[in-house]
């Protein structure tokens, strides 16, 4: 069984959450608590929805075009938090491997990249957390209720 996240965290912030909510609405947007206080905005994947590009090639693009949206969006909306640190993720996990692709941003820049890594560590390092050996994190657990 697969499990994807596409979407970004940051050091729980009202504002940061509020902004989120509005610029993309069908975003689940919660709050964690560890291994940090945070706050996680993830969009649907298509394999989520059931959706595949051979069978509801419009509805697949819509949601896939979410996604890419907000990974170019992101450095970018930054800006208006001064300060703030996002982390943008791709997971991709398959029977207890996972894959992550991601960057940091802040301030409208984007700070840092990890492509097809193996651990968060790298990620997470810039909000001075430090995660398990097995890049256990929470929010990207089975049982993390996102929806």
């Known amino acids: 069984m697969s499990f994807q996240f596409h979407g970004f965290f940051a050091r729980f912030d ?4 509020e902004a ?3 610029q993309w609405p069908q975003a689940a947007v919660r709050t964690f608590f560890n291994p940090f206080h945070g706050l996680g905005v993830r969009l649907a994947s298509a394999d ?3 959706i595949s590009p051979d069978d509801e ?3 697949w693009e819509h949601v896939m075009g979410a996604i890419f949206q907000m990974e170019d969006e992101l450095p970018l909306w930054s800006a208006q ?4 640190k996002l982390i943008f993720l791709r997971a991709e996990c398959f029977g207890g491997t996972c894959l992550y692709d991601g960057f940091l941003c802040c301030d409208g820049s984007t700070l840092f990249q990890v492509q097809r890594s193996s651990t968060l560590q790298e990620l997470f390092a810039w909000f001075d957390v430090k995660l398990p050996r097995d890049s256990h994190f929470e929010p990207l ?3 993390f209720r996102w929806y």
């Not at 009202?14 to 959450?17: L, R, T």
């Open 81 to 84: 938090f001064a300060g703030q």
């Open 141 to 143: 657990t089975r049982h």
């Open 14 to 17: 009202e504002q940061v959450e």
């Open 20 to 22: 989120a909510r509005k």
């Open 48 to 50: 989520e929805l059931n």
């Open 57 to 59: 090639e419009e509805n």
